[in-house]
């Protein structure tokens, strides 16, 4: 069973840092591709940024020059350093990890910024 574990969230006012982290754990094979995506309430989940096994990275348009997403060398673990924070980043993130054609989720972490 595979798992994703988040941790590093919580609240922050505008202006201030976070830095999310993500490790894989369980009947682990290749991984592919790790991100992140966020959901407020009442939206949609969108993409905050993704990074793949040669570290090539995408990032949202809302979050480009702002938020810096980087893997460990053993490529289980992903970080989301978050700077410059805004009330509008305000939400859940999830982690996301693909791995032989599967997609696992993690459970989640909230962000919370203040204005």
């Known amino acids: 069973q595979v798992q994703l574990v988040e941790s590093g969230g919580g609240s922050v006012q505008a202006g201030g840092s976070l830095r999310l982290s993500c490790k894989a754990s369980?009947?682990?094979?290749?991984?592919?591709?790790m991100g992140w995506y966020r959901q407020a309430p009442g939206q949609q989940r969108e993409l905050v940024a993704t990074?793949?096994?040669?570290?090539?990275?995408n990032y949202g348009d809302s979050v480009a020059g702002r938020f810096t997403i980087s893997r460990n060398r053993a490529r289980d673990t992903v970080y989301l350093q978050m700077n410059n924070l805004k009330p509008e980043d305000t939400a859940v993130y999830y982690c996301?990890?693909?791995?032989?054609?599967?997609?696992?989720w993690g459970q989640g972490t909230q962000v919370t910024v203040s204005s």
């Open positions: 996301n990890m693909g791995m032989r054609g599967n997609t696992y």
């Open positions: 369980g009947r682990l094979l290749t991984i592919g591709v």
């Open positions: 990074i793949d096994i040669v570290t090539n990275v």
